[in-house]
């Protein structure tokens, strides 16, 4: 509560950041969802050198054990600890969905800015765009998948090599909603006052899209940034839940899921994790996403 | 409208083409053998003879133009000698799959009715369970109901299907044993009994994909309902003394379905894909699965053809959605 009694505003003139995170923390689910992607996150890049188990370890002694306090989520066939695979896993899934989407997004906010800055430039790419739009995206990662898994594998090794490929075929085919929504702001920008005053005194292009243009878009590209992450995380999983991604002894979400819908009629309960940490972390997501679209738009910031 | 119609068509062309050039060139410029399976033992000049005989030794562009042939021109004329028993297409060299010898287009078609079923049914239920919600939710505008609902196909968007899949067996099938985990392709609906069984079996993999239309559908009716009800025409309505139901229901449905109906056409092929994986899990013999068993076996052919049925889907719903939306709207009629 502000004190009416003060007769002058003492207060420094607000920031924009501030405004957005005032608004952003309105809206409960966006900031569930930001505390719980963010303690996931935290989870599975620290897991790794506080859990006493390595994610390959196997003990063949203790194999398809339920929970305990030792093994909070059980052990599998081979005795490795669920828990820690769920971790190692986190990080993979998680790893690549932030690589995919930055990927996607330098792609995306390319070619929008120069679809929307270049009047030249616009038809051709967005043809292009409309083109990407009608491939059929998970059939052609599949085919992606079964084309270039050993040349990469063989030049880069097994799990790099499947890294490299399953961010670069994620992001080269996500990246048309981003172009789109960047193409129309930048088009929008580009009449503006201050564009025509910048180019007025003789500013290059390259400048006006740095300083005046690209930090107005930012954000529809902070929005695109957290659902692609989701997306790409979704993408990965259903890849490796079909058995093309990662190599098997590599453990990530999807694999996980993989593996114990092949035990589902012994020990249903193992797909369930895999199963809810994808699902928390892509909801969490989401909610992020539409919270944070709520706060960076100055109509409904207003309110 | 007629023109733009004809116009949309011919556009729709070059993408298509293009889109064939794209998926042939990524497919025969990737560096596979698809003689990696032969022995060893066979002797290289057999092996050249194979190659040639699967028309791997030309330059590209003739294998491109061929295939082309191949596709649009004697696979239609096979298609109708089999509906009207003529004889154009005999002794043309049709789309051989690798993996079975036998034309694509042959096991695409015995496979394309399960995944029908399965996508279509699922679609239909999805879109009759969404609309409602949607409607309601707009109407109660953060009401409890709008929270649930919101909270809901949230839940739709984030949970995969390769989760639901799994779970919804594990619940159904094996705690409960209620519903098979697997769909019986050669099941055949003879009787009432058989008409039970062949219910049992298609609910699951429906409701899997069902949850995912439901999300996005009844997300798009409710803010297209939303933003119809703050219209003028609706206080016009209500002022002529027109009952709540007639406003809603009939003057606020009906301009609120054009952007959802356009949305249903284009999110149509989208399912098609995301049956891949549900047919996957519930083991439905349809095209999803046949194109998961090709890419395993190398057989590309046979990948090809499908991935090019999934893009013509996509263009061709494209297509549907633009013209649907110029017919059911009046303000943007075309030309």
């Known amino acids: 509560m502000t004190n009416t009694a003060e007769p002058l505003p003492q207060q420094p003139a607000r920031s924009k950041w501030r405004d957005v995170w005032d608004q952003f923390k309105k809206h409960k689910g966006a900031l569930v969802g930001g505390i719980i992607f963010f303690t996931i996150v935290m989870l599975v890049m620290v897991g790794p050198f506080v859990w006493p188990f390595e994610a390959n370890e196997v003990n063949i002694r203790l194999r398809n054990q339920g929970p305990s306090w030792t093994h909070p989520f059980g052990t599998d066939q081979l005795g490795r600890d669920t828990f820690a695979r769920m971790i190692a896993g986190g990080r993979t899934s998680i790893t690549v969905g932030i690589a995919a989407m930055a990927l996607s997004l330098t792609l995306g906010t390319l070619i929008g800015v120069a679809a929307g800055y270049y009047r030249r430039l616009d038809g051709v790419l967005m043809r292009f765009t409309d083109l990407f739009l009608s491939l059929p995206i998970l059939p052609v990662l599949l085919v992606m998948m079964l084309l270039f898994r050993e040349p990469l594998s063989e030049a880069y090794g097994p799990e790099s090599g499947m890294f490299v490929l399953i961010v670069v075929s994620i992001g080269i085919t996500s990246w048309m909603p981003t172009a789109r929504i960047v193409r129309g702001d930048v088009m929008a920008l580009k009449e503006r006052e201050f564009v025509l005053a910048a180019r007025s005194i003789g500013t290059t292009d390259r400048k006006i899209i740095m300083r005046h243009i690209l930090p107005n878009v930012l954000s529809p590209i902070l929005v695109s940034a957290t659902l692609g992450i989701a997306n790409a995380i979704i993408t990965e999983s259903a890849l490796s839940f079909l058995g093309l991604g990662f190599p098997p002894d590599f453990p990530t979400w999807g694999r996980l899921l993989n593996d114990a819908v092949n035990y589902l009629q012994l020990y249903p309960e193992r797909v369930l994790w895999p199963g809810l940490a994808i699902s928390l972390t892509v909801l969490s997501i989401n909610y992020l996403g539409d919270g944070l679209r709520d706060a960076m738009d100055p109509r409904i910031r207003g309110r | ?335």
């Open chain 2, 1 to 335: 409208m007629l023109t733009f119609t004809i116009r949309r068509l011919l556009i729709s062309i070059p993408t298509l083409l293009f889109i064939s050039l794209v998926i042939f060139l990524l497919l025969n410029l990737a560096p596979n053998d698809p003689m990696a399976q032969v022995p060893l033992t066979v002797p290289p000049e057999v092996k050249e003879k194979m190659r040639e005989a699967l028309g791997l030794g030309q330059p590209i562009y003739i294998q491109f133009a061929k295939w082309l042939m191949q596709f649009f021109w004697i696979e239609p004329q096979v298609l109708i000698d089999h509906i009207f028993g003529t004889t154009f297409s005999e002794g043309d060299l049709r789309v051989i799959s690798w993996q079975t010898r036998s034309p694509v287009m042959d096991i695409v078609i015995q496979r394309i009715p399960q995944t029908l079923w399965v996508v279509g049914m699922s679609y239909v239920v999805g879109i009759l369970i969404a609309l409602p919600i949607g409607i309601y939710s707009a109407y109660r505008h953060y009401s409890v109901f709008d929270q649930a609902g919101t909270f809901v196909t949230m839940i739709g968007y984030s949970i995969p299907p390769f989760f639901t899949g799994p779970l919804v067996i594990v619940i159904f099938a094996v705690q409960l044993g209620w519903l098979p985990s697997t769909y019986d392709t050669l099941h055949q609906v003879i009787d009432w009994d058989t008409f039970v069984v062949q219910l049992k079996q298609m609910i699951l993999p429906v409701m899997v994909l069902a949850l995912q239309t439901t999300a996005q559908i009844s997300r798009y009716m409710r803010a297209s309902m939303l933003d119809n009800l703050n219209q003028d025409y609706v206080r016009t309505a209500r002022a002529k003394g027109l009952s709540e139901w007639t406003v809603v229901m009939v003057h606020v449905l009906r301009n609120s379905m054009i952007p959802v109906v356009t949305v249903i056409a284009l999110n149509l092929p989208a399912i098609f894909g995301g049956a891949i994986i549900t047919e996957q899990i519930f083991k439905v013999n349809g095209i999803g699965q046949q194109l998961i068993g090709a890419i395993y076996a190398n057989d590309l052919p046979t990948v090809q053809t499908l991935t090019f049925m999934f893009a013509f889907l996509i263009v061709f719903f494209n297509l549907i959605a633009d013209i649907l939306y110029g017919l059911l709207d009046p303000r943007i009629r075309y030309d």
